[in-house]
C-alpha cells in the first residue's frame, strides 16, 4: 500500500527502512515499558514547570521570546 502511495506521488519506498525503523520504534517501548514496570515510582524523566522556573530564573520571558521567535514567517533568502 506505503509503495503504491509512494509511486503515485513520485517518491522513493525502502521497504528494508520502513521495516528497520518499526523494529526500533518497538524495540524503545518495550524498553520504555520495562523501565516503568521495574520502577514506577520512579524519578519523572521531565521537570515540572515549577522546577524549571526555580532553576532558571528569567525562564518566563525567555519561553515567551522562543515561541514569539517560532511563531514569526520563515523567509528564505
Known sequence: M???DAAI?????DRHA???AIETFT?????ASDTIQSNPLGLPL???WNRAFAA???FASKLVAAVE???RPFVSM
Open 9 to 13: 506521488n513520485g517518491f522513493l519506498y
Open 46 to 48: 521531565i521537570p515540572s
Open 56 to 58: 532558571i530564573p528569567d
Open 2 to 4: 506505503y509503495r503504491d
Open 18 to 20: 520502513e521495516s528497520v
Open 27 to 31: 524495540e524503545a517501548i518495550r524498553i
Open 69 to 71: 521567535r517560532d511563531n
